[in-house]
T-cell receptor
Framework: ETGVTQTPRHLVMGMTNKKSLKCEQH?????MYWYKQSAKKPLELMFV???????ENNSVPSRFSPECPNSSHLFLHLHTLQPEDSALYLC??????????????FGPGTRLTVT | GQQVMQIPQYQHVQEGEDFTTYCNSS?????IQWYKQRPGGHPVFLIQ???SGEVKKQKRLTFQFGEAKKNSSLHITATQTTDVGTYFC???????????WGAGTKLIIKP
């Protein structure tokens, strides 16, 4: 148990569905991250939030929409996905100081299948 | 843009043999972190190296950070089945403190 929880753990959705992934951290960290992990790209950073503000968006398609209502919660809203979006979606959190981010703690991930 | 290249992509070893993975950055890094992901699991932080030329050990694992702070390695002595997984390096970029991830090296123990 790393102090980062993700729900659901598994999700199957059609291309026309709308769903959301949820992440919660209980570590008092001030930064949260979404990663995509697939066979093609082992660990691909999608979004970064520092102090609830998005600081990084690595050219992610608009069908992925992040939301960070507070420093403990992070959502990834999904709509009109494609089959190639099937992957493991990992959430992570870390403390960020003046020297940059400290080590990241990952949640167990959501295994997403788009049919 | 700045990249962190990690090699090899896979390494097959007999149990008891050594294993090494290397990371190389195109520019100087503030620090480098190492993570391990077991099959079916999520990445777990192992260690962080900050100083030029730093060497740290965790039991059979030895981590090194190059003098120029552009490369790093992880060496496992006498691998065991519990070492199986993918090892990732992640370098901290000086300019904007973004963590740049290597592609990972998968350690496979031959049956």
């Amino acid at each position: 148990e790393t102090g980062v929880t993700q729900t659901p753990r598994h999700l199957v959705m059609g291309m026309t569905n709308k769903k959301s992934l949820k992440c919660e951290q209980h570590l008092g960290h001030n930064a949260m991250y979404w990663y995509k992990q697939s066979a093609k790209k082992p660990l691909e950073l999608m979004f970064v939030y520092n102090f609830k503000e998005q600081t990084e968006n690595n050219s992610v398609p608009s069908r992925f929409s992040p939301e960070c209502p507070n420093s403990s919660h992070l959502f990834l809203h999904l709509h009109t996905l494609q089959p190639e979006d099937s992957a493991l979606y990992l959430c992570a959190s870390s403390h960020v100081g003046t020297g940059g981010p400290y080590e990241q703690y990952f949640g167990p991930g959501t295994r997403l299948t788009v049919t | 843009g700045q990249q962190v290249m990690q090699i090899p992509q896979y390494q097959h070893v007999q149990e008891g043999e050594d294993f090494t993975t290397y990371c190389n950055s195109s520019t100087t890094l503030s620090n480098i972190q190492w993570y391990k992901q077991r099959p079916g699991g999520h990445p777990v932080f192992l260690i962080q190296l900050v100083k030029s030329g730093e060497v740290k050990k965790q039991k059979r694992l030895t981590f090194q950070f190059g003098e120029a702070k552009k490369n790093s390695s992880l060496h496992i002595t006498a691998t065991q089945t519990t070492d199986v997984g993918t090892y990732f390096c992640a370098g901290l970029r000086d300019s904007n403190y973004q963590l740049i991830w290597g592609a990972g090296t998968k350690l496979i123990i031959k049956p």
